[in-house]
């Protein structure tokens, strides 16, 4: 796991964007599920300032992997052909979606017939940014990161992580006791179900083929013997995150417990952030 610290600032991004980006999906669900009150949406609209700020400090943390941050615009040369200009761009548009929606939301210029389609587009955004983020990391280069799986587990956490801070934000409003009287909380275990199955099972499933891998200086049975802590951990973190996040749905200490899906997800998806760096086995070296 020593290796996996020198990817620390690009560990914090993969964990906090998508799981930002996710808490629109949780809004949208919200939204085409329950009839809040003009209170309510005018409290929901100001603490999605919540998933917006984690965005934009993943963001920031990912300017520190940059050997010069000066060099960040040149990422842009890159649109269509390159995996991470491609991932950038579908940060941005997400990001700039998302903050329309907030401004117009807060200052009370987004019409009742507008917010829900809106929401979606945003929410669609979400999970497109959150699937390229983790494209980003299927190279032909890195043989163990060369798996459809990648961005898989980064829609799992994406809506494991969201869920999580979209119930926060609706508790903080106090609107999650209405949004769970209706569907909402129906359409929420399945959100929260697929998020977690997609993303511990794609994350387990990948780790666990790196070990058929290896090169002229790395097993990488080795790697993931080294590990395998770290996988369970993540796993029964993230499992956890999305219990909790259900009951607090359901009406159990909804500020406890949303609060600690938040904590919970956000330390599954960082270690199994870590491990992905860890078990990184080159193809430059490779052989069968």
């Known amino acids: 796991m020593e290796a996996a610290l020198n990817e620390l600032p690009l560990a914090l991004f993969t964990t906090l ?40 400090v993943g963001f920031v943390a990912s300017f520190f992997h940059l050997a010069s941050p000066l060099h960040a615009p040149l990422v842009f040369a890159g649109v ?3 995996p991470l200009s ?9 990001t700039v979606l998302a903050v329309v929606y907030w401004i117009m939301g807060v200052t009370g210029k987004l019409p009742a017939s507008a917010r829900k389609g809106f929401a979606a587009v945003v ?18 280069t890195i043989a163990s990161w060369n798996s459809p799986l990648v961005p898989v587990q980064f829609a799992g956490f994406a809506l494991t992580g969201g ?31 697929a998020g977690v199955v997609l993303a511990v099972a ?12 290896s090169n002229a200086l790395e097993n990488g049975a080795d790697l993931v013997s080294g590990v395998t802590s770290f996988v369970v951990l993540a796993a029964v973190l993230l499992a956890a995150s999305g219990v909790a996040t259900v009951l607090a749905v359901r009406g159990m200490s909804p500020m406890a417990l949303s609060l600690a899906a938040v904590v919970l997800a956000v330390a ?12 990184q086995l080159s193809v430059g070296l490779y052989v069968m």
């Open 163 to 193: 869920m999580a801070l979209g119930a926060l934000v609706l508790t903080l409003a106090g609107a999650l006791d209405d949004a769970a009287k209706g569907s909402f909380k129906t359409v929420a275990l399945a959100v929260v179900a």
């Open 123 to 140: 929410a669609v955004a979400a999970i497109v940014f959150a699937c390229f983020t983790g494209l980003a990391y299927v190279m032909d």
């Open 80 to 82: 269509g052909s390159s």
């Open 268 to 279: 599954g998806i960082f270690v199994a952030r870590l491990v992905f760096y860890a078990v």
């Open 17 to 56: 964007a998508p799981m930002g980006a996710g808490a629109f999906v949780a809004l949208a669900c919200a939204l085409f599920t329950t009839t809040f009150s003009d209170e309510q949406l005018r409290k929901i609209d100001r603490f999605m300032a919540i998933p917006l700020i984690v965005v934009l």
């Open 86 to 94: 491609n991932e950038i761009v579908a940060g941005c548009i997400f």
């Open 202 to 213: 794609a994350f387990c499933a990948h780790v666990m083929g790196v070990s058929g891998l």
